[in-house]
């Protein structure tokens, strides 16, 4: 059996792992990041060109299943993704792990778009913005006129704002650390994306011990009628169901 996973995500990382003992696993990452961390297995890096171009990748390479374990918010490489198994008749499943929810003491405001985070600045009468939404979506604040300390792995391009700080980091961050970094920094807004999981969590709980409001950007839905799976462990039952049918029937599991 012949496994695609799509994306370099810790989730995605660690069910390659879970898989490679007993499938065949090939690993896509985007190339958005000069030195991604790789995972076990067979790994290929760049576009597939489009819905069109995945589909004649996954029917050139006998792919069997694959997984959409892309970041929450890579909205068009899961369309992509959606259409081109539709296209080839493989299985798919996304993998995506839950995302945050507000507990007592949060002071969340919720909005859908960077754009509208960019927007709701002025009415929240932030001065000092911390943003950890990634260095691709900067363009949406290069006009605002507030100080913006920028965390991301590898270092933004222009468009960005006049008044910026970036720091290259890369998680699993600590809450130490996060309590330190608002502080020295005198931030008085969070800006991030719902992308749950715990390696980049701390930050949630800082802001809300320092009573520090935070603007979160809602992240997209799955595609229609895309079975999803919160877990590694529940993906690799998923993926282990297909392999059991194809070799009870003693033919691929590809539909």
Request: aromatic content about 6%; hydrophobic content about 45%.
């Amino acid at each position: 059996m012949h496994v695609l996973i799509l994306g370099g995500t810790t989730e995605a990382r660690a069910l390659a792992e879970a898989l490679h003992p007993w499938t065949r696993v090939t690993s896509s990452l985007a190339g958005r990041v000069a030195r991604p961390r790789l995972p076990v297995g067979e790994v290929r890096v760049g576009g597939f060109g489009g819905a069109e171009g995945l589909a004649d990748w996954l029917r050139a390479h006998h792919v069997d299943a694959v997984i959409d374990a892309t970041h929450p918010f890579a909205r068009t490489m899961s369309f992509n993704a959606a259409r081109a198994a539709a296209t080839a008749h493989v299985p798919l499943l996304a993998l995506r792990r839950p995302g945050w929810v507000p507990v007592e003491g949060d002071r969340w405001h919720s909005v859908a778009s960077l754009e509208e985070a960019a927007a709701a600045l002025p009415g929240l009468g932030a001065e000092r913005v911390f943003l950890t939404t990634g260095r691709m979506g900067l363009a949406a604040f290069a006009a605002c006129p507030q100080w913006f300390l920028v965390r991301s792995v590898d270092a933004p391009a222009p468009p960005m704002p006049a008044r910026t700080e970036v720091l290259l980091d890369r998680g699993p961050f600590t809450l130490p650390g996060e309590r330190a970094l608002l502080s020295r920094h005198r931030v008085d807004l969070l800006v991030t994306k719902d992308s749950g999981g715990a390696a980049t969590a701390p930050k949630l709980q800082a802001a809300r011990e320092a009573g520090v409001p935070v603007l979160i950007v809602r992240r997209p839905p799955v595609p229609e009628g895309v079975p999803v799976a919160t877990t590694v462990e529940e993906a690799a039952a998923w993926v282990q169901a297909k392999d059991t049918a194809g070799t009870r029937r003693g033919v691929s599991t590809r539909p």
